[in-house]
């Protein structure tokens, strides 16, 4: 087997690196909850309409 070689490269992360990362998966996380959220209720409401 050919062998594998890595090089890795530190960086240094700072405080205000890990927050804006939190904070961009924070949005992310609740607009993916607001569209599931506005989605059920689409659903909800037209199985309201058509089947009832």
Same mark, same amino acid.
């Given at each position: ?6 090089n890795?490269?530190f ?9 804006a990362e939190?904070q ?13 959220? %506005? @989605?059920?209720v *689409?659903?909800? %409401? @037209?199985?309201? *309409?058509?089947?009832?």
């Open positions: 087997m050919a062998e594998q070689q890595s890795y490269e960086v240094a992360v700072t405080a205000q690196d890990l927050l939190r961009r998966g924070w949005q992310g996380f609740t607009q993916f909850v607001t569209y599931g959220i %506005v @989605a059920t *689409v659903v909800l %409401v @037209a199985l309201a *309409v058509f089947v009832g």
